[in-house]
């Protein structure tokens, strides 16, 4: 959520119109002219920035005003600021054609960077990638000093292995391999000197100290980006950037990537002395270049394991520890995958490391890349993977699902390891109470995240208790924010609706007697139905406004489609049949939340059709509940697109057709259910608080009695009489005043032309109940048995029948 200062700055950017923009241009394109670019120059290109990046539709800039921002960018005397402004707006502006940047090397090495992040944001439509790949090649060929060049260069390298990876020839994969090696590893142990130390400081001051671990111990091992000290040297920052780049580089050049063979040729010669040196494993034999990197790689990620297990004096290295083991366990895994000799070497410190961080709170995210790995190896490993994904799928989500990153890596671990799950997968769905907290909580951010995840937790056996969790989403962030409100102090204290008072709320939370059915909602297991949560609904109403429970709500009708377009591929009869009852049953017990009962109520109407069309004989089947729930509708302005998919699936589906076990006795008795409801939705007089039904479910009722008639055609004098009444009534003044000129005309033509059809009851036969034939495509292409050809025969008969058209 943004201020409401910063929400006020990116209102007023969108609103900029194209005029305004070009004259702000023209003003800018002045600024750039002027030899002193001054504080109004950045003012400017800041505003610029905002005004092109707050929206998502692509601005139009001028092309003088774009040459202008490139000249400026490759100006040498530019100062840094002006720079990474020029270059942000035109990356924003990428792709464009109005572009001529190139590669320079005459350029110094920042602002090389600068260009090739514009040239890379182009999108490859000239070879920018393989350009920019070569020239940040040659400055790594080159016998410069390691030194500036490199330090902003190496990024950018690492991008393009991750864009391009066949941009690379074998002697510069080889050449980049040794020079990882050389940065990983022998970095210096030394602090950098302060570059801004007074002319006449002693030569002694300005001695730099030896690097110190977390701790604050002095560093007697190499050097890593956990190492700490007031100043750095160039290597010692390319060391932290190799690292940063190491994982991309072994995918791309490892057995896996383009790269397969390792070669031990002559250009090793030409690699730097240490890379020489240091390349003899314990056995005395020289490694192949990127053999010597893994190797390299896994003493470097065994350093972070060792430098985690210290205290680290300052919170931010305590942060940055994690994060380094989270990578350090990301690499390892690369490294046994590409040589399963890692494997054994690797196992002794995971295991020790899973056991020392699985029971603290502040380190749960590094569990995730441990099962991962436990994931991936664990049967070679003999691991026992069960226990470690009952404890991640059962603790984390329950006790750190108001964690949005958490959140959001939990479920991008368990959407992108799915093809690892094979003999977890029961695990993973029978945790999928927990999963939805995770979705309560942070429904906006993680709402397409589920959108892939559903579809493999959906399982037959429990398919119906998630439909249940699915519809009580918003009742399930009510509890959880009740939850955390009744918890101890946190450390870190999520954020709620601070604004909200719930007393009674909290009250009922707490007590005893509700503490059955709050510990259901709040399950971290599949545990089976329940059909006590309405009392819930109850309690947790006062909650109902909250703006967390409002983005919950907003979610659910995405995921009730997600799930029900996976439910149907592995649902049998008896299931299809449960699943119908269940969105009858609910549609009238949903949490109050605003607005929440009439978007569920679409999809569940829509979705009612499509198990009536995957299996027809479910309206025979359900008989007995269909007419129990048309018997017990109330408040049918609430629910009047289920209620006009159910009448319509019966008229639709209720036949001999679809089922020879429907009988006469059943179409009477839905005849009759179905007349009394349309005579209850015309007769009732709307309200300010009971609104007028809407003309459609007339029209469907209406025409499902006549389909029902045609197939029992004692019923037909009935319906024609209730058809004409339906007719008359429509234009009477009772129901023109409470439905709009266009209802009152629906009902009126619709009614006219079922009472046209009903006067040839074979006829009517034909076009309510056709049989498989005439819904073939043949029937309605063929020029001469055409359904429309039949339908102007029949209409004209009609009409010369009636006397209107001269016989």
């Not at 649902?571 to 269940?582: I, P, R």
């Amino acid at each position: 959520m943004f201020s409401a200062g910063a929400e006020s700055l990116l209102h007023q950017a969108r609103e900029i119109q194209d005029e305004e923009l070009k004259k702000f241009c023209s003003r800018i394109s002045k600024l750039l002219q002027t030899e002193d670019l001054g504080p109004d120059t950045v003012d400017s290109l800041q505003r610029l920035f905002l005004i092109i990046s707050a929206t998502k539709y692509h601005r139009r800039l001028e092309k003088t005003c774009i040459d202008l921002l490139q000249a400026t960018l490759s100006l040498p005397a530019c100062p840094e600021q002006l720079q990474v402004l020029c270059t942000a707006v035109l990356r924003e502006m990428s792709p464009c054609d109005s572009l001529s940047l190139a590669w320079d090397p005459t350029q110094n090495s920042r602002q090389l960077s600068l260009v090739a992040s514009v040239l890379l944001a182009q999108g490859d439509r000239n070879e920018e990638v393989r350009a920019v790949g070569q020239g940040v090649l040659r400055a790594l060929e080159s016998r410069q000093p390691e030194g500036p060049s490199l330090r902003h260069l190496l990024p950018i390298m690492a991008k393009i292995v991750v864009l391009s990876p066949g941009t690379l020839q074998e002697d510069q994969t080889t050449l980049l391999s040794k020079r990882l090696v050389d940065w990983l590893r022998y970095a210096s142990l030394q602090q950098g000197f302060l570059h801004s130390g007074s002319f006449f400081s002693t030569p002694r001051a300005r001695q730099p100290g030896p690097i110190t671990e977390v701790d604050g111990a002095v560093a007697t091992d190499f050097f890593t980006v956990l190492s700490t000290g007031h100043h750095f040297t160039e290597d010692q920052w390319l060391n932290v950037q190799g690292f940063s780049m190491l994982r991309a580089w072994l995918l791309h050049s490892g057995p896996e990537g383009p790269g397969a063979l390792d070669t031990d040729d002559g250009s090793e010669q030409e690699g730097s002395t240490l890379s020489v040196i240091s390349a003899t494993s314990s056995t005395g034999r020289l490694l192949p270049p990127r053999e010597r990197l893994r190797e390299v790689a896994f003493e470097y990620c065994q350093r972070l394991i060792e430098q985690s297990n210290r205290r680290a004096l300052r919170k931010g290295d305590s942060d940055l520890q994690k994060a380094c083991l989270v990578e350090a366990v990301l690499v390892l895994d690369v490294l046994c995958r590409q040589d399963p000799s890692f494997l054994y070497r690797s196992l002794s410190c995971l295991k020790a490391l899973h056991g020392r961080l699985q029971g603290d709170p502040a380190s749960v995210r590094v569990l995730l890349p441990l099962a991962r790995f436990f994931l991936s190896h664990g049967e070679v490993a003999a691991v026992d993977s069960e226990a470690v994904y009952r404890h991640l799928f059962t603790r984390i989500p329950s006790e750190q699902f108001h964690s949005p990153m958490l959140a959001f890596e939990f479920i991008q671990f368990c959407r992108d390891n799915l093809h690892l799950f094979a003999g977890h997968l029961s695990t993973l769905r029978l945790s999928f109470p927990n999963l939805f907290k995770f979705l309560a909580w942070n429904s906006p951010p993680l709402t397409s995240e589920f959108v892939e995840l559903l579809p493999a937790l959906v399982d037959a056996g429990m398919a119906l208790e998630m439909l249940h969790a699915l519809l009580d989403l918003p009742c399930l962030t009510a509890a959880l924010d009740l939850q955390l409100r009744s918890s101890p102090a946190l450390s870190e204290r999520p954020l709620w609706d601070t604004s909200l008072r719930v007393p009674s709320c909290l009250e009922a939370f707490r007590d005893p007697q509700f503490q059955g059915l709050f510990q259901y909602l709040l399950r971290p297991k599949a545990s089976g139905t329940t059909e006590k949560l309405a009392r819930l609904h109850q309690l947790l109403q006062p909650m109902a406004g909250c703006a967390r429970v409002a983005q919950c709500a907003e979610a659910v009708p995405t995921l009730l489609q997600v799930f029900f377009s996976s439910v149907t591929q592995v649902a049998d009869g008896a299931l299809t049949n449960q699943l119908a009852l269940l969105l009858l049953g609910r549609s009238d017990s949903l949490y109050p939340a605003p607005g929440y009962a009439a978007c569920v109520h679409r999809v569940l109407s829509s979705q009612f059709l499509a198990l009536c069309k995957l299996k027809p004989s479910l309206v025979v089947e359900l008989a007995r509940d269909l007419l129990e729930f048309l018997g017990s509708v109330n408040g049918l302005h609430s629910r009047a697109s289920l209620v006009t998919s159910v009448v319509w699936a019966i008229g639709e589906y209720l036949s001999v057709t679809y089922d020879r076990r429907c009988t006469v006795e059943q179409i009477n008795k839905f005849f009759e259910a179905l007349e009394a409801l349309l005579f209850e939705v015309t007769q009732c007089r709307p309200s300010a608080t009971l609104p007028g039904c809407p003309p459609q479910v007339v029209t469907v009722l209406m025409t499902t009695l006549t389909k029902l008639a045609s197939r029992s055609q004692d019923l037909i004098p009935r319906t024609s009489l209730l058809l004409s009444k339906m007719r008359n009534l429509a234009q009477s003044p009772a129901i023109s005043s409470t439905h709009s000129k266009e209802g009152v005309e629906a009902i009126c033509t619709r009614a006219t032309e079922l009472l046209t059809l009903l006067k040839m009851p074979s006829v009517a036969q034909f076009v309510f109940t056709p049989s498989a034939e005439v819904c073939s495509p043949r029937y309605h292409r063929d020029a001469n048995t055409a359904l429309p050809l039949a339908l102007r025969t029949v209409s004209r008969l009609v009409e010369r029948e009636a006397g209107l058209l001269p016989g």
